[in-house]
Structures are given as C-alpha cells and as structure tokens.
C-alpha cells in the first residue's frame, strides 16, 4: 500500500472505529413485572427519604433554597428510577441533569440516586460510548464543589455522605466484589464439571457409534464373504475331482469359480467403497460404485446357486414394488446366508425360496431337504444368523429358524412394511 492509500484509508478505518463504539452490543432489557415492582419501590423509597432529609435533617441547608424547587429536583432524580432497568442511558442523563441543578450545601438530596442511576446505566445499557461519556459526566458532576459562588468558611456545609457511613460504603463495594467473585468461580466450576460431563457423554455416543459401525461392516463383509467363498469351494473341489475324467466338467466348475470371485470382489469393492467416500482426495470425481444388492438380483443369486450344484427353486407371490433399499437389502442377505447355509451344512440338498409381499408385511422363507455337512460346515460360528436378526430388528423384523419336522432346515423372515 502506497503513503497515499494510506493516508486515504484513516478516515475509513477511523470511521469503522467510532461505527464500532457506537453500535449497540445488545439489545436493552425487558424487565420483568417483580423487577419493576422493585424499581418503583426503590424510587419511592428514594423519593421519601430526600424529601424528609430536606425538611428534617438538612433543613437548615434547604432553608436557603426555595423549598419546591428542591423538591421538584428530588422528584425528577428520584423517580426515573423506577425505569433505570428499561431505559438506563436515559435515567442517568435525567438524574445527572438533576445532579447538576442541586445546590453544594444540599448536595445528598441527589448524590445516591445519582449512583445507582450510574450503576445501572453501566449494567444495562448496550450503548458503549454514550454510556461511559454519561459516567464521565456524571463523575464530574458528582465531584464538584464551589459551583455556587465562592465557598463561605463561616457556614458549614454538611458532607454528602455522613461521615458514620463512609466505613459502610468501602465495604459494602468490596463484599460485593468478593461475592461476585466467589459467585463467578462456582459457576466456572460448575460449567467445567457440565463440560467434562458432556465430553465424556460423546466419546461415549462415539464409541457406541463406532462399535455399531464395527458390527455393520463385520455383518456385511460376512454375509459377501461367507456365501461366494462358500460357493468357490464347492466348485473347486469339484473341479478337482473330475478333472481328470471330464476336463469339459472341470473347466465349467472353474469358471463357476471365477464368476463367484469376480461377484465376491464387486461387492466388496462396493462396501469398502462406501467406507472410503469421505476420504477421496477428489470429491468432484464421480464414484464407480454399484447399488447395494436387493431382491430384483434374486435371480443371479439362484443362478450362481445352480451353477454350484444346488437345485435353488424361486417362487415369488404377490404384487411385487418398490421397498426401501435396506429393507431390500435385508431380505436378499436373507436368502443368502440361508443358500450359504444349506451348501455348506446339507450338501446334496435341495433348496426353495418363498417370496411373498403382503399387504403390511414382506414374508421371506428359505427350505431345504436336509443333507451330509460339507468341508465348510466346521468353520461356521453362527454368527451369520446373528447378524441377520440384527439386520432385521432394524427394521422391526423378526428371524425364525429351525429343523423341519421331515427334515431339512427352515428360515423364514418377517418384515413388516407399514412404513415402505
């Protein structure tokens, strides 16, 4: 910036300061009714004690003054207490005015409402410059002396503030100090207690988010990893064991293989896509991610099924529409973890799928016939089961499983669709 920019920007920053000063820093306040009842009762009270100090105590001061315009004074300074919390600017301009028309000699008639008027203004008032100009003034008016002619040292003058109560109004300000003081650690105190506890309240939400979170995925990549892999091996071990009398029959169980694999891979790229979102370094890039899987891919999972061995029978009854992505997503994890089941505990068995969407609820069942455990079935832990339950309690769906009573293996899920 140039000398001549310089010198052209102080009026505009010196503009912006004074701006500053004056703008409010807040809105006045609104008293309530016991407030105000208060203030009028301060004001009256006020109003009577100067009143009687004129005809009592400081008479023979008042005496030299024409009596109702002492009183009229007293009145203007006294009374507009009654608004000092409403208007407190306004208050103590009219009470310093009041201050300066009150003779020395009878100087007390004003001087505490002066001081309160004072006090308020520098508590309530949102006008920064204004109000410290008005307790500059009102300082000055308050601390003068001799403004009526020279002083007459044969006539005394009482002071404004007896003497007996110059102990009380030292300590009276530092009490109150001490208080406020006090007052202001025990709320810091308190808001630090209210802060540690409110910190200790989120880690905990977010450690039980995070656990929550932990358990989806662990969910997820259970259910794509269990059933393809559970798949792939059945095709590879049978493409091991014909491979040498029918490498045409091999050949297809390795592509059966592969498929399985490339299916396994896609939907894991899915999942950890989503997990990974927030963390790409280019937003702006388009995301090549596939839609989570649903019913309307039933059919590739049968196939996939079928082309593992597994004679997979689909029936699906009932008007079908659109549901809501995770409830979709729900009931094909369903059938999946159930086919995964029957491959790897009832080998050789027969499979069917029940589809049936109702009116307030979609009904979901997976049967077998029943067969010899598989290689796999020693590595189940039964937590695919327990997933799906916590799947399905999401959205108040409920997961019954059992033997059937001429054997083989039954799922069947429920889940209603009063809000789909």
């Known amino acids: 910036m140039t000398v001549g920019e310089e010198v052209e920007a102080r009026p505009v ?55 109702t315009d002492l009183v009229i004074v007293v009145c203007l300074a006294s009374a507009s207490l009654a608004w000092r919390r409403r208007y407190p600017l306004a208050v103590l301009w009219i009470v310093t005015a009041a201050t300066a028309l009150t003779p020395d000699d009878v100087a007390r008639l004003t001087f505490y409402a002066c001081v309160i008027a004072a006090y308020s203004a520098a508590a309530y008032s949102p006008h920064r410059l204004p109000t410290l100009t008005g307790l500059a003034v009102a300082v000055a008016v308050i601390s003068r002396s001799g403004r009526v002619g020279p002083p007459d040292p044969y006539v005394y003058v009482a002071p404004t503030v007896p003497t007996q109560y110059v102990p009380l109004f030292i300590s009276v300000p530092i009490v109150v100090a001490a208080i406020g003081l006090r007052t202001w650690k025990l709320r810091a105190a308190e808001t630090r207690t209210r802060l540690t506890a409110v910190q200790s309240a989120r880690a905990e939400e977010l450690h039980r988010a995070v656990e929550h979170e932990r358990a989806r995925i662990a969910r997820e990549l259970h259910d794509v990893v269990t059933h393809n892999v559970s798949v792939m091996l059945i095709q590879a071990g049978a493409a091991r064991t014909i491979m040498e009398r029918s490498p045409e029959r091999a050949r297809e169980a390795l592509l059966a293989v592969e498929a399985g694999g490339r299916a396994a891979m896609g939907e894991l790229r899915d999942v950890m896509g989503l997990l990974t ?113 916590e799947r399905l309690a999401v959205y108040g769906g409920t997961l019954r499983t059992g033997p059937r009573p001429l054997g083989g293996y039954r799922v069947r899920a429920l889940i209603p669709l009063e809000d789909a």
């Open 13 to 67: 920053r010196l503009r912006r300061a004074v701006g500053a000063l004056l703008r409010p820093g807040g809105q006045l306040p609104r008293p309530t009714r016991q407030q105000r009842l208060v203030d009028a009762a301060l004001a009256l009270v006020l109003t009577s004690v100067s009143v009687q100090y004129a005809w009592g105590d400081g008479y023979d001061e008042a005496h030299r003054y024409r009596m």
């Open 277 to 389: 979102t927030d963390l790409d370094p280019d937003p702006a890039e388009p995301h090549d991610l596939a839609p989570q899987p649903g019913l309307a891919r039933l059919e590739a999972l049968i196939g996939r099924m079928r082309g593992a061995g597994v004679p997979v029978e689909l029936t699906v009854s009932g008007a079908p529409r659109p549901l809501p992505a995770g409830i979709e997503l729900a009931a094909y994890r369903v059938v999946q973890e159930a086919l995964t089941n029957t491959v790897k505990h009832a080998s050789g068995a027969d499979a069917r799928v029940q589809v049936s969407y109702g009116a307030d609820a979609l009904h979901v069942e997976v049967t077998d016939t029943g067969g010899r455990p598989g290689p796999a079935a020693a590595t189940g832990n039964g937590r695919g089961l327990i997933g799906l339950r």
